[in-house]
């Protein structure tokens, strides 16, 4: 009879994870989620390394190789819950060379991890037309992996009915100031730091 048990046991771990590695690879086979990702970090790489193109300074463009991320994980491919903002809700997030740049809050994305729930204020750009949404955020990751000013999260803008909204954390990158010259980058505001580790996206240029 134990060893009966005992088999049952295994046969049910081992459903557990091939139903975990099926639902997993269902999410990160959408629209070929992983190879989207790649060719994204790939290009990126390649701009890094142009002399035009590169935030780089021009002394570290020969011995650059690769930007640094956390594996992508399908738990940090998050969908939250949407509350809109009235239109006109402005703010000014503070540049790290001095001034500001405004801001317009679309709304607020919530989520809960491992107990505790978690929100981001989404933005949208007043000086651009950039369509996609702005998340600068912090979390307890910073300055141990990845950079310690904080990093950025551009967010697709949802549909006038839509209730929910998807935070890729995978997509999480860095500002220009994480990898030296003269930037001036706009700083995450407090409403945006994370209480949570987030070890997703891009990691800190240098150890």
Known sequence: MASLSASKILLGLGLVFVVGYVATDLVFNDDQYLYKLKQERKQKN?????????P??????ENFDSLR????QALW?????LQRL???????????QGGADKYTRFGRASFDWQGHKQTVTLLRRVSKTD??????FTDKTNGRGSYG???????ETPGDNDQQVTLDFNRTYNPYCAYGGNFSCPMPPKE???TIDVPAGEKSYKE
Request: glycine share 8%.
């Open 46 to 54: 390649e701009q890094f390394r142009g002399h035009r193109t590169s």
């Open 56 to 61: 780089l300074p021009e002394e570290l463009h």
């Open 69 to 72: 991320y956390y594996p992508p």
């Open 77 to 81: 491919r998050i969908t939250a819950t």
């Open 86 to 96: 009235p239109p006109g809700d402005t703010l000014s997030l503070p540049l790290t």
């Open 131 to 136: 369509p996609t949404l702005f998340v600068p």
């Open 149 to 155: 000013g904080g990093r950025y999260l551009d967010v």
């Open 192 to 194: 945006n730091w994370l």
